[in-house]
Every structure is written in structure tokens, then in C-alpha cells.
């Protein structure tokens, strides 16, 4: 079983430029990462995305192409599955936990 843990985004998103749609990309994946402790989520589709987000498809993928350039997230769809996984990458939440100490 994974241990549940919290990390914290505050300081982070005051130190980057990142956009509304951005932010909320990752604060959803934080919200389930602190909630379950599990750094993905399975989405079908780009917009079951943008409605867990509250976000506009429209501005969904150049926002997820600016987060996956800097390493934050990642996307993996296995050739064949119905279900996308959108997650956190490891070293951005161990820069997150090491920020929160």
C-alpha cells in the first residue's frame, strides 16, 4: 500500500511563470497525488482532461506540451488501451516534498 503524502505547490507556483491552465493541470494532479498518493491519473480522452481540470480543450494542449518540455508531467497511452495515463514526473514532486521541508 502507498503511503500518503502531502506536498505542497504554493512556493512553487510563485516562482514560475506558468498560465491558468497550466497551473491547474498540476494542482489537479496534486490534489490526486496528496488524496491517494498515486502520481497519475487515467483520462480517455484529452477532454475528460480538460473537464477534471475546469479547463478549455482549446488551451489543454499547448499548456500540457509547456509542462511536458519542463519536465513536470508525462503522457503515456500503450497502443491498443482506451485510457491515457497523465502523471507527475518523480523528480518534480521530490523537488516539491524537498521544498516543503
Known sequence: PKRLKQ??????LRDLGLDETEKEVVEVLLLHYN???SKFILVRDRYELAER???NP???EPALKRLK???IIYIYKRRGEAYAKVG???AFVETLQKLRK
Open 7 to 12: 506536498v505542497s505547490i504554493e512556493a512553487w
Open 35 to 37: 488524496r491517494t498518493g
Open 53 to 55: 481540470c475546469n479547463v
Open 58 to 60: 482549446s488551451l489543454l
Open 69 to 71: 518540455e519542463d519536465n
Open 88 to 90: 507527475l514526473k518523480k
